[in-house]
């Protein structure tokens, strides 16, 4: 949190989270318990090894959910390999142009359905005490949305 570049690089996360509308703060209410979060830091580089960028990323401590409490069940939108291959194949032939990208922002985070409330993330300013986070949206690292992938192939035909 003291270099420049980190704390520039979760101000833009917490930007992109508050835009999104992925929570709002309130107070606990009585009998609930917040789940805590971190910041996952990534250095992302260019193909040449020059540092492209610094991620990070705010991940909620989904290991701490219950079953029945804090979740009803997970849901992974992940794609088989098998089918990626079987695209990959039938572009080849057809001779359509592909590109890969690399999301910033996976804005694809789908509403929660369960009330779920999370720590304030760290280095966020202090806005009382008993406030939290009551997600709107889900979050990396929650059991709703294991392993959710983030790289999207686009055809252009």
Not at 65 to 93: N, W
């Amino acid at each position: 949190m003291k270099d420049v570049k980190w704390r520039e690089a979760i101000a833009k996360e917490i930007e992109a989270l508050e835009i999104n509308k992925t929570w709002t703060v309130e107070d606990l209410p009585p009998n609930k318990k917040p789940i805590n979060c971190k910041w996952v830091y990534r250095v992302k580089y260019n193909s040449d090894g020059t540092v492209e960028h610094y991620k990070a990323r705010l991940v909620i401590r989904g290991d701490k959910q219950t079953e029945g409490f804090d979740y009803h069940e997970t849901f992974a939108p992940v794609a088989k390999m098998v089918s990626v291959r079987c695209f990959l194949s039938v572009a080849i032939a057809k001779g359509w142009e592909l590109h890969q990208m690399d999301v910033n922002n996976a804005f694809l985070y789908g509403d929660l359905e369960e009330e779920v409330y999370m720590t304030l993330p760290p280095g966020f300013r202090t806005l009382g005490p008993g406030k939290v986070c009551k997600l709107r949206k889900s979050l990396y690292g929650l059991k709703q949305v294991q392993n959710f992938h983030q790289n999207c192939l686009i055809m252009v035909l």
